[in-house]
């Protein structure tokens, strides 16, 4: 490993001159986004580098067949080795790979000046115990925490700032990403009733199981079926702890498994702390997402379906509050491989480079 | 209309000796479905008289192409008229019917000694307010008043005996049948915390929305979608309300359309009175809904899900409770047109006759 | 193995005196479709004897969950055993297990009397260089050429004396039983012009390829896809050929996936030998099938569809004829599960029992 | 209607200066995803127009609400009028209409130096038999005719040149490309045996069916299920006639409807002239689209899928022929509200404009 340890301003300095982006990891859904993302970005001057583990003469199109072109089946699929970071001067890479890996690998990358948005959920959460769940070891503890320290949690709409001038981006879960987006508006504005816990029922499509075959993942598993997992235990649910300073008292989420491809949607129950009205609820929502251009508040009573958002960096949010002013139902949805994982990714990389957080993404 | 009133007594003998079944409505998804259960009902020795409003020169296959056999497309559907019943000797009519049809046509059955299944919504409700939601009016409201106090909710495993008696059972609705058989035995059992308002977050296939086509049952708009919809509305509220004995304050309810055929799964979120154990929430599941076949528990942490209960007439509940022995997480699961619909309407046939419940459902 | 070799004769008067069955291999899709067509079957006074490999401790619910009752998990299921088919008494062995295991474990079968029906493709086919696609070993390969030979492709709507009085039945292919059923009628009364080739253009639900999770059968390869595959190799071909009795150059079958869970339907495209009418054809189809309850001819030009077949042990059968007289489009559908396998199985059962052959399957 | 007729050369030269264009037509599904691609198109320099017909104060994200953006609802839609299109100084007008209108707008479009990109069937016939399934009539048949003779079929590319300079581009059917782009490498190169028909067994999704409420686009009929249509009349067959130079015996065209929401893949059987090999075939496939960057060919014996062409402007095609080399079955899949609409009309105006043809569309 590298001895030199350089801070943000520094590496944010090499990036802003001259992005040059790589893409460790590129058989999943999530790497497969990210590439096509970055290969049509309009402010990218070069191909994303593409890397693998143990892939040899590969191309592009043999792992993501819908990424070739007329002519062939595009750039080749190099094994990651650090030095090869170097000679092609990565500054930024993008980590679209398992939690071990990414929690051993960042610390290099960034002691060789290359900033890093990780997509897995090695580095989101600061506080050890939520992090058990995905049962981390580190090379190194003392550093690994002072890097963990200093991860920004990658929702932009809640750290751009930091974002922009982090070495370490640890982008959000996705299911994270729509309850958070829906909820704290409200909760830092202190609109809720946190006696009354919130409860956050989300459904998933089968994308946010991963690539691996297994019995969940089989069609016959998941075709014209429902199913509830992960309650009470699901890893996304530290992010909502974190993120919006709540116990588990005050907060309980449930994934599901939904039929379709790609797509979250969250139904967000939730009391406000004294009745209001609709228009209290969607100023509160607009004030907070003035000027941010992935996040679409629907005028109430609308409420965002998973059609609008597949395919889009949107997230989409709409609510109903009842006649009592105090029940509140709050519905947001994104596509949980673009505004949950390869979108907020690009969006990090443009609030790193200094670009509209937007680019490349509508 | 007839003029005399035969009792309940009378019109049950009448059954128990022979039953003569008729359907009217068997163009939709319940009443194709319901036919099907009744020809192949192993206690009927006669096939069911089928009947349509304007149909003419129709046979079932027809209509409910599924059902057509080797030989030819099945029993003709006669157009409804009350001579046609009396000459049939039909002793009980299932109304798979619109609910103003349904609200019509009742008293006249009654009064002609002929029993009924209704499987509208029309006669589930006894409380006017919660009624107002279907528009319905009668004829005779005085007399539609008696009806509708006389009228059973027909779900087996709260009313078994009301509805061995009854002259009129109201069949429950779909959403209805997954969270009252979820949460009666706790609330009758006064396990719950009502200050905390019970959450329903309830999933329906599409058949659930009725065979017509409209923007919202088109294949593109259902397909790779989920949607929330009647939030705070849903007339399948009032019999929330009025067999759980829960207020709006204390139980919410918030439907989905699903990207599947059919299919309901209901995640609802409830806390206990006092803490307690997984075991005893098991055994209260268990000890309500002993003897009863078509309701499955499964054992704990185990949950239904969809794809095991499609095309069965069971409802499937679990649950997991949190460490804390308060926050309760409850999936039940059925099939919409059979335990939500035609199933259960056969399964409150059987009752009215005395057969055992699950006759034909197995 | 036993050394005794009953005749076709004796084992069939066991059976029919009372039949006891078994089921091989419970765990896969069309195992939990054929135990569950067993346990409601009206003639069978014994429930299946549920056998399984290597499980241990097991019930039918813990396999096929949607087969649970409301009292528990249902019967176990015992690891194989010769010894324990000899105790329960059985006489008619269903064997839903792999090719190769269907191989050994026949001739010990017959040589303990036990009358075989096998789901699959291990004695199907009767020539060798069709059956080199399952690359088969046989320990005795004598004795296995002699029981092929008397192994009956158990295609009831073609061979169903052969099937009353076989010992071992080789149950179709799925594929194969749709396009064989579709052509056989017209093949066998000279109607088309074979210089032309026939084609069949075959499409399958996931349920066809398997209840291992693979690459291709994850959810996110079927769902919103199509996908031809097996072009000029798929091991069904066989049975085309030695069924209707045609070469590769006369018929030529493309299977392709679809993203739903069961169901196949095949477009066969053939020409008259001379310019006929549709009246000729239908004729033809209802003549070949006069007296046979799972066959349903459409009247043209209905065409039949999956949702129609699924769930159901029909074939359905419908077609068009260009209005040059020749040039003629047959669609034939059957749930790949039943008709395609366990409904065909318990066909084939009714027929070798004595049993009408739609006994339990409507 | 203006009584000026101009020439090709000269709307050609306004359009090359700056191009303007409208949509007229933006709710239905071809129409969404032509204004979606027309709004990120690198060489537009302004926003198209939306028009409808009779909508009000709607904006884009009212009918296409996947197209809003964080900050409202888009664009507004004016309702359709030729004094607008010369105010807003429009030279190419995209019709995403039905039939009719198409029919009857287009003489004025061209009378008023409007060059027309037609999506609809209206203009892509040149015999009077083929159109008739349109039951088209003109106002002014003798101008009309003039008009279509003049029309260009909108094959990129077979007809670049012609395209280029066009007034009026027919836009082709989604089947007829998925068709016609598989055969015209051979059929031209003489390559194939036209005594043995061709088949083209084709599969669409249910976008291919339009926006309209009906039982054939209910989720109920079409989920879960295949059938075929049109077998022997669908319209898109003439458009196989004329652009491949066959007749009706030798080209026989089926469509399916697929249960997914976009995507054709047709399986084309054909037989080669005289025995051939593999790589004579993907020779004459490559040989014919070089240079062409929306068609990409599979090295044989790969075949392409949905999958891998959704959403994007791809044709893909792949073939496999028999040992015997005759036997030919090529396999081409495309999106049909890409390539087979939306997609391909871009790439039209992309060539008429003289930009790249494949500008905003990779």
């Not at 790589?22 to 096509?36: F, K, N, T």
């Not at 994982?341 to 969006?347: C, E, N, T």
Request: glycine fraction near 8%; hydrophobic fraction near 40%; aromatic fraction near 6%.
């Amino acid at each position: 490993m590298a001895d030199t340890i350089t801070t943000a301003t520094q590496s944010n300095q090499l990036l802003e001159k001259e992005p040059r982006v790589a893409v460790m990891g590129v058989s999943g859904y999530s790497g497969g986004e990210l590439v096509r993302l970055l290969l049509h970005h309009p402010k990218l001057t070069t191909n994303p580098l593409l890397l693998g583990r143990s892939e040899t003469n590969l191309h592009l199109g043999d792992l993501q067949p819908q990424l070739a072109t007329a002519d062939g089946l595009g750039d080749p699929i190099h094994p990651f080795s650090w030095d090869l970071l170097t000679e092609k001067g990565i500054n930024l890479l993008f980590l679209a790979t398992p939690h071990e890996q990414s929690r051993e690998w960042v610390p290099e990358a960034l002691a060789r000046n290359i900033r890093v948005v990780d997509l897995s959920g090695a580095w989101r959460l600061q506080e050890a115990k939520n992090r058990d769940v995905y049962k981390l070891t580190d090379a190194n503890p003392e550093e690994a925490a002072k890097i963990q320290t200093e991860a920004v949690f990658g929702a932009p709409e809640l750290h751009a700032e930091a974002i922009a001038g982090a070495r370490l981006v640890a982008n959000p879960g996705c299911y994270s990403t729509s309850v958070i987006l829906a909820l704290a508006p409200l909760v830092k504005a202190g609109l809720l009733d946190l006696t009354h816990g919130i409860i956050c029922d989300s459904k998933s499509g089968v994308s946010g199981a991963g690539k691996a075959a297994t019995a969940k993942t089989h069609f016959m598993y998941a075709a014209d079926n429902l199913s509830a997992y992960g309650v009470f235990s699901h890893r996304h649910t530290g992010e909502l702890l974190e993120q919006l300073h709540l116990t588990e008292d005050q907060i309980q989420f449930t994934p599901h498994l939904l039929p379709i491809p790609r797509g979250i949607l969250s139904t967000i129950y939730a009391r406000l702390a004294t009745p209001g009205t609709p228009e209290q609820i969607e100023t509160a929502f607009r004030t907070f997402y003035a000027g941010r251009s992935m996040v679409r508040i629907h005028a109430t009573p609308g409420l965002p379906q998973i059609q609008h958002i597949v395919r889009t960096n949107f997230c989409d949010i709409g609510f109903q509050l009842a006649k009592d002013g105090k029940r509140l139902v709050i519905v947001s949805c994104l596509d949980n491989l673009l505004k949950g994982a390869a979108g907020q990714a690009v969006q990090n990389m443009n609030l790193m480079v200094g670009w509209n957080e937007s680019e490349g993404l509508l």
